[in-house]
């Protein structure tokens, strides 16, 4: 799997957008990139997921540039409960492990 | 659905004892995966299991450590015997499907040896 590499932290006032930049150079045509979250004490929680094209969901949008080498999830009206380590992951689609890296540290700050 | 259940919550226990965590998975889902999280080294893929049979075990750190899965429903971590630097957050998560994109984890069992 392609290496990420993520801000270890990042501040957010509440109600405004959170963009979370990742970074991975050496990723193949054939890796996804995968977001998830981690509240404190909880398990890792899926975010969402895409290849080339830009995604969104109920919870956010990712925006991958056109050469896939970085990747912004992008929480568009950040609250409190928003504040969690943030993954970027990549990985072949058929692969069954994920590997977690450091992430990013988001606090959310009224 | 009540999600991935893990048991217990908190565990604690002297060096050289038994530890077994426990965890049933989301009915229907055929992956499930054994994870320890510890600030040192963050989140670390253990051990998968697929339709009950363990495909790799790669991450499992030493003999002291072993993993079940005697039915769909019902999965099983054992250190024996456990040591201090076991100590860490275990997390069992499962899925459904060849490269599902969406894991669920359980909320984990923190795991203290003395």
């Known amino acids: 799997d392609a290496k990420t590499t993520q801000p270890p932290s990042m501040d957010c006032a509440e109600g405004r957008a959170a963009n979370l930049p990742c970074n991975h150079s050496?990723?193949?045509?054939?890796?996804?990139v995968y977001w998830y979250r981690q509240i404190h004490s909880q398990g890792p929680q899926y975010i969402i997921h895409?290849?080339?094209n830009n995604e969104t969901n109920e919870m956010a949008s990712l925006i991958i540039t056109e050469d896939r080498k970085s990747s912004t999830l992008i929480l568009p009206h950040a609250t409190l409960r928003d504040t969690a380590v943030y993954y970027c992951i990549v990985r072949v689609y058929n692969f069954n492990k994920f590997y977690f890296g450091s992430g990013t540290k988001l606090n959310v700050k009224p | 659905d009540a999600g991935v259940i893990q048991s217990p919550r908190h565990e604690v226990t002297e060096m050289g004892q038994e530890v077994t965590l426990r965890c049933k998975p989301i009915s229907g889902h055929d992956y499930l995966f054994w994870y320890r999280q510890t600030m040192m080294r963050g989140l670390e893929l253990l051990i998968y299991f697929n339709n009950n049979v363990p495909i790799d075990d790669s991450g499992m750190p030493e003999d002291r450590f072993s993993a079940k899965m005697p039915n769909a429903s019902f999965s099983t971590l054992k250190i024996q015997p456990s040591e201090p630097r076991d100590s860490a957050v275990y997390f069992c998560a499962s899925s459904f499907g060849q490269g599902a994109r969406r894991y669920t984890f359980g909320s984990g069992t923190r795991l203290t040896v003395v």
């Open positions: 895409g290849l080339k």
């Open positions: 050496t990723i193949s045509g054939n890796e996804y």
